[in-house]
Nanobody, 118 residues
């Protein structure tokens, strides 16, 4: 059974930091591209950051310099560390696992709420 379980969300003041975690199980984690997406109220889901199976990373322009995505294949976990948080970072953050070799396999977590507010 495939599972992606996010944790680490919560409330933080502007300028603060958070570290999100996504624990994966039920699939070959190390061979998947792992990403973090977010969805704010009334907005479409958007990509925040991606890390490939080889460790190459990519970030949304809005998060460059403020976020770091990393993965620990031994722990089947992907992380998103965010700094200098702004109110516009408030959203539900989702973990995604994607593998398109031969067939497309695309898995999502249930999301974790991040609220940036004073």
């Amino acid at each position: 059974q495939v599972q992606l379980v996010e944790s680490g969300g919560g409330w933080v003041q502007p300028g603060g930091s958070l570290r999100l975690s996504c624990a994966a199980s039920g699939f070959a984690f190390s061979s998947y591209v792992m990403s973090w997406y977010r969805q704010a109220p009334g907005k479409e889901r958007e990509l925040v950051a991606t890390i490939t199976s080889r460790g190459n990373t990519n970030y949304a322009d809005s998060m460059k310099g403020r976020a770091t995505i990393s993965r620990d294949n031994a722990k089947n976990t992907v992380y998103l560390e965010m700094n200098s948080l702004k109110s516009e970072d408030t959203a539900v953050y989702y973990c995604n696992a994607l593998n398109t070799f031969m067939i497309r396999r695309d898995y999502w977590g249930q999301g974790t709420q991040v609220t940036v507010s004073s």
